[in-house]
């Protein structure tokens, strides 16, 4: 697939690179209702990769039309 | 506050509760069969349920094979006995979606086009090769029969909470599972998926609001977990505070999501999607699995906080349940994750015996077989497959299955290049061998190195120490002698495999965007297999 056609799979690199350096998260705090960061942060991330991959579905959709 | 030891006792309610809901799974296992009526006795029928779940099935089956019995019990034990490096799994869950969403459409399509069924089905096709397409199944059935294993371990360790020793239950509910899927095929765990997860969905968010209720709040069952773990001996933590950890963790969450999708079951469950838009659909909303993954981690800190005590890190869920909910929800949990074996082990059964029965048979035995031969070996190796765990787990100490298992996520990662990569580019046969060959070596003696107790490997190399999970460094090698040997392959003229698919394959067209017709063009898409197949 050519990338510059379909750069917006590149949007699914970011969870990749938000979940893998675990030094960006590994901390108490700041806590939230609580739950320490390293918990909660990783939590969030469901629904925002979620979000990433139906902005990616949508646009691919699109594209196929 | 003084420890809690959780009797086993059998509680009325609890068991009568459990039964029930056991038994109505069962009868929707048999009634499974008129589901979308046709003739089971061919592969594509049997093995694949027609290749016509839709969008709200594949879902639900997806999730029911993906999110197993053990999980639930495995991961929340993780956490209970070491803390963070448990929690793994829920990046590595997070982690799997967008690589689905990028590769199974793709994997689907060529799938769809050629009549392929499995993994090496695939890996035949596009290399020509024979030896790299048995190395795949071989491999697949290596990693798929200790699961299926460990499933009926999750299932011990519920009916062990609820009083029940002995072997006669479990024999019990294999025998059910075992005839049900013989005349159902992959139709069964299909509707029971369905059932499996309204139950979990269920227990999970009673759990998630309940207990903390009881407990003081998630703050107090934070701070709790964290003060028992410090002074555990090797301690525990709340947050991976080492680089050491911190590698390990990444690495485990990068290498199991690259492999998840590699296993069979996986495959099997998402090529019988009607079609390829289905699966990217369900990418975007499985990762509501993933969240319920972090939530059931979490109890293991809530069983850490509640101070219970049990004689295994595997009870400490089942025991957390038993001593907070009341009895009769207490069943509604059990059957949930009981209920939650059947799936996996059926679709893992399935897909062990899809895999024998087109890759190794047929390619070895019986080249001329007609689809109804093909589904009458498929069921019956699935029969004996469930057997064969069944009697692992009766006979042999269960450490040797979690062995197994540990070892069977770090060999299956070392299809990824012919089977995953294989999709996008094509390395030189010879060379994926030598890769993949190497990569099960390295793997295999990093975990025999360890003693199997931790997937982690501390390599020191050149200099460097790199603490990671041990598919990683196998893949890494894999890799490397994949890469170097096709540039060799090529420099040397070795003769390469032929490709059996076009670039056309791979892309779905408007065609594909209605659901499948009825068999008879499936039948004529597995005859052409095979005798592609016969031809070279």
Redesign the interface.
């Known amino acids: 697939m050519a990338t510059r056609r379909r750069w917006w799979y590149l949007l699914l690199a970011i969870p990749f690179v938000a979940l893998l350096y675990p030094p960006l998260y590994a901390r108490h705090d700041p806590e939230l209702l609580g739950f320490p960061f390293f918990y909660w942060y990783q939590l969030l991330w469901v629904p925002l990769t979620a979000v990433l991959t139906v902005l990616v579905y949508r646009r691919e959709k699109a594209a196929r039309r | 506050m003084t420890a809690v030891t959780v009797a086993h006792d059998t509680e009325a309610a609890t068991l009568a509760v459990f039964l029930v809901l056991f038994l109505a799974v069962t009868v929707v296992g048999f009634v499974a069969a008129r589901w979308r009526r046709a003739s089971l006795d061919n592969l594509d029928e049997w093995g694949l349920g027609g290749r016509r779940f839709g969008g709200v099935i594949t879902w639900f089956l997806l999730g029911g094979d993906l999110y197993t019995a053990y999980t639930f019990v495995a991961v929340p034990a993780l956490v209970f006995g070491v803390g ?1 490096q448990g ?1 793994f799994a ?2 590595y869950t ?2 799997v ?2 690589l689905v ?2 590769a199974l459409p793709r994997l689907w399509t060529v799938a769809h086009r050629k009549g392929y069924v499995t993994p090496a089905d695939f890996v035949r096709g596009r290399f020509g090769s024979r030896s790299l397409a048995t190395a795949v199944a071989l491999t697949g059935l290596l990693a798929t029969m200790p699961y299926i294993a460990l499933q009926l371990v999750g299932i011990q360790v519920v009916l062990g909470t609820m009083g029940i020793e002995g072997d006669w239950p479990l024999i019990l509910a294999f025998v059910i599972l075992a005839a049900y899927t013989y005349q159902s095929g992959l139709r069964a765990p299909a509707l029971i998926a369905v059932v499996k997860d309204v139950l979990i969905y269920a227990t999970i968010i009673v759990a998630i609001v309940y207990i903390p209720s009881k407990l003081g ?6 701070d709790r977990a964290g003060d028992a773990l410090s002074q555990k001996d090797p301690p525990g933590a ?4 080492t680089t050491d950890a ?2 390990a ?2 690495t485990l ?2 290498g199991s999501a690259m492999a998840l999708f590699l296993y069979p079951h996986a495959l099997t469950a998402s090529l019988s999607a009607d079609r390829a838009e289905t699966l ?2 369900n ?3 499985l ?2 699995y ?2 319920l993954l ?1 939530l059931i981690a ?1 109890l293991g800190y809530m069983a850490i906080a509640a101070q219970i005590t049990p004689s295994t890190p595997n009870y400490a869920v089942p025991d957390l349940f038993a001593s907070m909910f009341p009895a009769w929800f207490t069943g509604v949990a059990f059957a949930a994750v009981a209920i939650g074996a059947l799936v996996p082990a059926a679709v893992m059964s399935i897909a062990a015996a899809n895999l024998f029965t087109r890759n190794l048979w047929r390619e070895y035995v019986n080249p001329d077989m007609t689809d109804a031969q093909e589904s009458q070996v498929a069921k019956i190796v699935s029969l004996g497959v469930k057997v064969g765990a069944l009697a692992f787990i009766l006979l042999l100490p269960t450490e040797y299955a979690i062995d197994l298992q540990l070892l069977g996520g770090v060999w299956i990662l070392q299809t990824l290049p012919s089977v995953a990569l294989g999709l996008y580019t094509r390395l030189h046969r010879y060379a994926l061998l030598a890769g993949w060959a190497a990569g099960m070596l390295v793997g295999t003696a990093m975990a025999i190195d360890q003693d199997f107790k931790s997937s982690v490997y501390p390599l020191d190399l050149f200099g460097l120490h790199v603490n990671a999970y041990e598919a990683i460094f196998a893949l890494a090698a894999n890799l490397i002698v994949a890469l170097i040997g096709t540039a060799a392959c090529r420099a040397l003229n070795v003769p390469d495999g032929e490709d059996a698919t076009t670039d056309e394959d791979y892309v ?1 067209r408007d065609a594909q965007a209605a659901p499948l017709p009825a068999t008879p063009g499936q039948e004529d898409r597995a005859g052409r297999f095979g005798r592609a197949v016969r031809q070279t």
């Open positions: 963070a929690f829920l990046p997070i982690l979606y967008p969403f990028v709040g998630f703050g107090a069952i934070f709340l947050v991976p505070g911190q590698v963790y990444a969450a990068l990217r659909r990418a975007a909303v990762p509501a993933s969240f972090g979490l779905e």
